[in-house]
Each structure stands twice: as structure tokens, then as C-alpha cells.
Nanobody
Framework: QVQLVESGGGLVQAGDSLRLSCAAS????????MGWFRQAPGKEREFVAA?????YYADSVKGRFTISRDNAKNTVYLQMNSLKPEDTAVYYC?????????????????WGQGTQVTVSS
């Protein structure tokens, strides 16, 4: 069982930056693919970024967001730059039990509780 705890969300203005963190329990963190997803009110949860043997980004965040991980700290990060109001959502961290990253939320085995990101115009 893996527990994921997100942090770093908040209220910012358009153009600002935020860094989200996701701390994972367990001793096999390095063998997991990790992903970030987000869900805006009234919308489905959508893929943002993932890291495993490869790294993937949604087109809407490519060039602005960067996913990274520190296996020694069991933590994955999402650096978000040039934030836009349409980035407003609850951001969720997810873990997949194999190191192959995917954009499909159905392929992830564990989820965090989410952290709110609000970008004002």
C-alpha cells in the first residue's frame, strides 16, 4: 500500500509560479511511475504530467510545467510556471506500481487527496 500526500497548492495571480510536492510512503518509490492529474469544477479529471522511464506532458502545460522526482526523498514535484486562470483545479498525485508512465488515469493504482490551485486573473 502506498500513501500519497500532496502539498504546495494555493492562490496565486496569473503569471506566477507554484511548486507542488507529493510525498509517498513505502520503500519502492523508485520503481513506481508517478503522475499528476487535475480536476476543475464540473470537469473530468485530466492528465497533466507523468514520469517513469519516460516523461509526458499534456499539451496545455507543455513548456510551462515540469515534473521531477527525488527518489531519496520519496517525493515527486510539479513545477508550474506562467500560471493561467484555466490552470485552476484540484491537483492530484498518482502512483503506478510499475515504472512505465502513462497518461491514462485508469492505469494508476494509488491517489492522493489533492491540493487546490487557484489562479486569479
Amino acid at each position: 500500500q502506498v500513501q500519497l500526500v500532496e502539498s504546495g497548492g494555493g492562490l496565486v495571480q496569473a503569471g506566477d509560479s507554484l511548486r507542488l510536492s507529493c510525498a509517498a510512503s513505502g520503500r519502492t518509490f523508485s520503481s513506481y511511475a508517478m503522475g499528476w492529474f487535475r480536476q476543475a469544477p464540473g470537469k473530468e479529471r485530466e492528465f497533466v504530467a507523468a514520469i517513469g522511464w519516460s516523461t509526458y506532458y499534456a499539451d496545455s502545460v507543455k513548456g510551462r510545467f515540469t515534473i521531477s522526482r527525488d527518489n531519496a526523498k520519496n517525493t515527486v514535484y510539479l513545477q508550474m510556471n506562467s500560471l493561467k486562470p484555466e490552470d485552476t483545479a484540484v491537483y492530484y498525485c498518482a502512483a503506478r506500481s510499475i515504472p512505465i508512465a502513462t497518461m491514462s488515469r485508469n492505469e494508476y493504482d494509488y491517489w492522493g487527496q489533492g491540493t487546490q490551485v487557484t489562479v486569479s486573473s
